[in-house]
C-alpha cells in the first residue's frame, strides 16, 4: 500500500543524545514517507531541539562506525521532509533562532503541534 499525495506524517521527537539509538529510526521513517510523496514533518520538541543546535550533529554519531546525525538530517531534508523546532525549547536552553543548524525550517509554538498533529493521517513519537 502507498501512501496518496494529500496524506500527511508528523514525526514528534522528545529525546535528545542520551537515547543514541532512537535518533535514526524517525529520519528514516521519515524519508521513507516521504519517497511516498506524503506531506512529512520532524517536530523536535524538549531536550530533542538541542540535536539541531549547531555544533552539535554535526559532532554527534548515533552509533559507531556511522555518518554524524547532520548527514541523515540533510538526507531527510532532500526528500522534502519539514524540519521544526518547538519554541518552548528556546526558552528552557536560553537559545535563539540563530543558534540551530540552517536544516531547521521553522520555530513553531505548541498550538503547531496540535493542529498539524490533528490534520494529520499519522502521528508518530519518539
Same mark, same amino acid.
Request: glycine share 6%; aromatic share 10%; charged share 25%.
Given at each position: 500500500?502507498?501512501?496518496l499525495? !494529500?496524506?500527511?506524517?508528523?514525526?514528534?521527537?522528545?529525546?535528545?543524545?542520551?537515547?543514541? !539509538?532512537?535518533?535514526?529510526?524517525?529520519?528514516?521513517?521519515?524519508?521513507?514517507?516521504?519517497?511516498?510523496?506524503a506531506?512529512?514533518?520532524l517536530?523536535?520538541?524538549?531536550?530533542?531541539?538541542?540535536?539541531?543546535?549547531?555544533?552539535?550533529?554535526?559532532?554527534?554519531?548515533?552509533?559507531?562506525?556511522?555518518?554524524?546525525?547532520?548527514?541523515?538530517?540533510?538526507?531527510?531534508?532532500?526528500?522534502?521532509?519539514?524540519?521544526?523546532?518547538?519554541?518552548?525549547?528556546?526558552?528552557?536552553?536560553?537559545?535563539?533562532?540563530?543558534?540551530?543548524?540552517?536544516?531547521?525550517?521553522?520555530?513553531?509554538?505548541?498550538?503547531?503541534?496540535?493542529?498539524?498533529?490533528?490534520?494529520?493521517?499519522?502521528?508518530?513519537t519518539?
Amino acid at each position: 500500500m502507498f501512501l496518496l499525495p !494529500e496524506q500527511k506524517v508528523v514525526f514528534v521527537i522528545t529525546h535528545g543524545e542520551e537515547y543514541k !539509538e532512537r535518533l535514526e529510526p524517525p529520519l528514516h521513517l521519515a524519508t521513507m514517507a516521504a519517497a511516498l510523496d506524503a506531506e512529512v514533518m520532524l517536530l523536535y520538541t524538549m531536550s530533542a531541539g538541542l540535536l539541531l543546535k549547531k555544533g552539535v550533529p554535526e559532532n554527534l554519531f548515533p552509533m559507531k562506525g556511522k555518518n554524524p546525525y547532520i548527514e541523515t538530517l540533510r538526507e531527510t531534508k532532500e526528500e522534502g521532509v519539514k524540519i521544526y523546532v518547538c519554541s518552548p525549547v528556546l526558552e528552557m536552553y536560553n537559545l535563539s533562532r540563530e543558534d540551530f543548524i540552517d536544516e531547521v525550517d521553522d520555530i513553531v509554538g505548541g498550538m503547531f503541534l496540535v493542529t498539524e498533529s490533528l490534520k494529520a493521517d499519522v502521528v508518530y513519537t519518539f
